[in-house]
């Protein structure tokens, strides 16, 4: 089985319990680091996971 490694928006809003919009001004004022993919975003597990925590996440969320 493979783990996924990058999310879209809608799916790592899904994770985390929040809006998309939410995500896209973080990533619009560089607190989350992610790549433009055509429309879309995607966020590496890693930078989602770095950005969780530094807003007071727990990071068994991530395992």
């Known amino acids: 089985m493979v783990r996924q490694q990058a999310f879209s928006l ?10 998309r919009e939410t995500l896209r001004r973080a990533i619009k004022a560089g607190q989350l680091k992610a790549s433009k993919v055509g429309r879309d ?3 590496s597990k890693v930078e989602l996971a770095k950005f969780w925590i ?4 727990e990071t068994r969320r991530f395992s």
């Open 41 to 43: 975003y995607r966020i």
């Open 10 to 19: 809608k799916e790592a809003a899904k994770l985390l319990g929040c809006n």
């Open 54 to 57: 530094r807003r007071g996440g």
